[in-house]
């Protein structure tokens, strides 16, 4: 359950409730002795606490009505609102706004209604232990979210900190690097750093053969690649063989001068309607951790297999919907960039995505039939933009010489809305 965003209250209710009622704890593994000075006195004068049963354990002893966090976890939310006004506190692990519950309620309740008292991040703990510079570390959270959201950050030589989503996290990591070429990367596993039970353990990921790791642990990873890893470049147009396909598939060269004309920004959405094994749509959300992408497809195997492709390469930000457009795209957020791979010419499809599309959007069209590039230049004619044909040839064997193969030409037609 999400809860709306706060609403504007009346000049007389804000002016009752401006002063800040909500203090958010970031709290460690040392309990009270780590909390400073006017995070006790917060918390001591609160009338209302919440938090998970481990802060709240660390917290103890507490006078005030406790509350431990509720399943669904949203439904704690209303219990904080429905004191507004009343000194409350929240628990939170740690730096509460770096993948706490800070920003979550920071959405809910006005920021000059709230007192944050952050401690360290386990991130800055582990950069710390590590003796490893925090910029220069990828800092990435596995807690609730797919393993494979790691992949685009292995790289040669990265610095990795990860937050596990439980004991089982570093082993499962382990074997990942072991699958992608990366055995000779070191593993290090921290647990309950700051507090009494506080170790740290490290393991090549090839023999990784760490055991009995507590839940609340952080995992660092120093990057080896062998020479043939699979790594995720940060260049588009991957290799075609990474990409399980049926043969619609949109070619390396090709797909990289696709991602060029659809210009991807920092945390912009992409339709990529006719999705097929998914290239397109996987390459845009590499660009940048924040981009998403919406796959239509009609076909539930060839969707199924674009999330194999999405998967293994990291790009846990493509959202795959089986359907066919134009009906697939009612209701969808707009975008703001469209990719039309196929289904260009079906009635309908064009309209629907030209008017979802944000002002300053870009529409890309990649078409290969005559019928379709006929339809492109009509819409060339109405709404400008520009238009190229790109045509590729492969080197191949020719019996025991080689010769130039030529792919079908594609036209393409690129326009961006007023």
Not at 23 to 34: F, L, P, Q, Y
Request: hydrophobic share 45%; net charge negative; charged share 20%.
């Amino acid at each position: 359950m999400r809860m709306r965003p706060f609403s504007p209250k009346s000049e007389a209710e804000s002016s009752m409730t401006k002063a800040p009622w909500l203090t958010i704890i970031g709290i460690g593994e040392d309990g009270r002795a780590g909390l400073s000075p006017a995070s006790l006195a917060a918390l001591d004068r609160a009338e209302f606490v919440i938090g998970g049963a481990r802060h709240l354990e660390l917290a103890a002893p507490l006078s005030m009505q406790a509350q431990t966090w509720p399943s669904p976890f949203a439904e704690g939310y209303p219990m904080i609102l429905a004191r507004r006004g009343q000194p409350t506190c929240v628990l939170a692990t740690g730096d509460p706004f770096h993948y706490g519950v800070g920003a979550e309620l920071a959405r809910l309740v006005p920021a000059d209604e709230i007192v944050c008292h952050p401690q360290p991040s386990a991130f800055s703990l582990a950069a710390a232990r590590m003796g490893w510079s925090l910029p220069d570390c990828d800092c990435v959270s596995l807690h609730g979210r797919a393993l494979e959201r790691i992949v685009p950050h292995l790289q040669p030589g990265a610095r990795i900190l990860a937050l596990s989503w439980d004991g089982s996290t570093p082993e499962q990591l382990a074997e990942l690097l072991k699958a992608r070429g990366m055995g000779a990367s070191t593993v290090t596993v921290l647990e309950a750093m700051g507090g009494p039970r506080e170790r740290v353990r490290h393991a090549a990921a090839s023999t990784f053969g760490i055991t009995d790791i507590d839940p609340l642990n952080t995992i660092a990873v120093e990057v080896v690649a062998a020479t043939d890893a699979r790594i995720v470049t940060l260049a588009s147009g991957l290799p075609d063989a990474w990409f399980e396909n049926d043969g619609q598939l949109t070619k390396a060269e090709m797909r990289a001068l696709t991602l060029a004309a659809l210009a991807p920004k920092a945390g912009e959405l992409l339709w990529d309607i006719g999705l097929g094994a998914g290239s397109v749509g996987i390459e845009w959300c590499l660009r940048h951790p924040r981009n998403r992408c919406i796959g239509i497809e009609e076909r539930p195997e060839r969707a199924e297999r674009a999330r194999r492709n999405a998967q293994e390469l990291g790009a846990t930000a493509l959202d795959i919907r089986i359907g066919q457009a134009p009906d697939a795209l009612a209701d969808l957020p707009a975008p703001d960039a469209v990719f039309i791979g196929g289904g260009a010419s079906e009635p309908g499809v064009f309209d629907a995505a030209w008017t979802a599309l944000k002002p300053g959007g870009r529409l890309v069209v990649n078409a290969v039939t005559l019928e379709t590039e006929t339809l492109l230049g009509a819409l060339y004619a109405k709404h400008g933009g520009s238009m190229r044909r790109l045509a590729l040839s492969r080197l191949e064997a020719v019996g025991g010489m080689h010769g130039w193969r030529a792919a079908m030409p594609v036209t393409q037609w690129v326009v961006t809305k007023p």
